[in-house]
């Protein structure tokens, strides 16, 4: 058996269950936190219902209002278009797919190759022009931390490593869906730990705003 084999059954085996496990237990403690710690009580007599606030707020906030389109139109479009990319290459892609139904037991129609493979050059595209528009943007580039960088890097190459894979790229094949593997396993295991948490908690916050204006009886 030569080495790309070896190391493609490694990533696929038990360094995809570390992987799994520290995301995980990492995920479960970060929304623990987050549930746990709550709101401060609020003893101030309710003037409306939470929920129903809670959720139009979390939908509404999704879309960019035209006030922050008018700011920021590029952060609004690239923003979409390298956000809508990825999660049409990692939900709609088949042998994903299939993956998550190996996984999770859960399955879905997907798209065709050729529309998944032009998604993901799009959010390639895109996330190149979020790397130069950072480190040249004044503000931007002031505010940047290195955990913004190793994001950035991680979620690139997760793209990049697809797309070479995919289009047969790097030789040997084995090496190059290894590659593949260890950096979407690399995703995982970092998640739970920096900014790519809000793939979860940004939905959250959006509720718990909302709710707490539908409470005070005003629009949020």
């Known amino acids: 058996m030569n080495g790309s084999m070896e ?3 490694w990533v ?3 360094l995809f269950t570390i992987a799994m496990v520290i995301f995980a237990i ?3 403690a970060r929304l623990l936190e987050i549930f746990l710690l709550g709101r401060a009580p609020n003893y101030a007599e309710a003037r ?4 129903l606030p809670g959720l139009r707020t979390m939908i509404a906030r999704t879309v960019a209002d035209p006030g922050t389109f ?3 139109p590029f952060n609004v479009v690239v923003g979409w278009l390298w956000h809508i990319g990825f999660l049409i290459a990692l939900l709609l892609f088949i042998p994903h797919i299939e993956l998550f139904k190996g996984v999770l037991g859960l399955y879905w129609p997907g798209l065709p190759n050729p529309i998944v493979d032009l998604a993901t050059g799009v ?3 895109a996330l190149v022009a979020t790397l130069v528009h950072r480190m040249t943007h004044p503000v931007k580039r002031r505010i940047s931390t290195t955990e913004d960088y190793l994001v950035w890097t991680v979620v690139f190459m997760v793209v990049l490593t697809g797309y070479l894979a995919y289009h047969r790229l790097v030789e040997p094949y084995p090496l190059a869906l290894g590659m593949h593997i260890l950096s979407a ?3 995982l295991v970092l998640l739970p730990f920096t900014k790519l948490t809000h793939i979860f908690t940004a939905f959250i916050a959006r ?3 909302g709710a707490a204006f539908g409470r005070k009886g005003v629009q949020s």
Do not use: D, H, I
Not at 48 to 51: I, Q, V
């Open 7 to 9: 190391f493609l059954l």
């Open 12 to 14: 696929k085996g038990p």
């Open 26 to 28: 990492g995920l479960l």
């Open 48 to 51: 409306a219902g939470e929920w």
């Open 70 to 72: 008018k700011r920021a």
């Open 123 to 125: 959010t390639l595209v």
């Open 185 to 187: 396993e690399l995703l």
């Open 207 to 209: 509720w718990y705003n």
